[in-house]
Nanobody, 124 residues
Framework: QVQLVESGGGLVQAGDSLRLSCGFSGGPFDRYSIGWFRQGSGNERRFVAAISEVSGLTLYSDSVKGRFTISRDDAKNTVYLQINNLKPEDTAVYFC?????????????????WGQGTQVSVSS
């Protein structure tokens, strides 16, 4: 059974940087595209970024493009989300998820597996 575990969240100040990690186990990591979503208080879970299997294609939501960078290390079965110049509106629980279909990575309903989330809180 595939399992995902996020880490790296915390309480930071505006302008700081964080690197979130998503550890993958229980399946063939190199077959899965991995996405990051975030959910602020009272809001729906929204797409942030995704990276494809093998070729490492990337996709970002317009709201984070230029500040967020997604990458993967297949040797470590880990996907990273580098967040620079953090803003208070980035405060949310960040989730990673796995899917076999790159074509639908923007849609949270298309993911088969989810992690438990990691909290990012940004003070102004």
């Amino acid at each position: 059974q595939v399992q995902l575990v996020e880490s790296g969240g915390g309480l930071v100040q505006a302008g700081d940087s964080l690197r979130l990690s998503c550890g993958f186990s229980g399946g063939p990591f190199d077959r899965y595209s991995i996405g990051w979503f975030r959910q602020g208080s009272g809001n729906e879970r929204r797409f942030v970024a995704a990276i494809s299997e093998v070729s490492g294609l990337t996709l970002y939501s317009d709201s984070v493009k230029g500040r967020f960078t997604i990458s993967r290390d297949d040797a470590k079965n880990t996907v990273y989300l580098q967040i620079n110049n953090l803003k208070p509106e980035d405060t949310a629980v960040y989730f990673c998820a796995a899917t076999l279909d790159w074509r639908t990575v923007r849609f949270r309903s298309k993911y088969s597996y989810w992690g438990q989330g990691t909290q990012v809180s940004v003070s102004s």
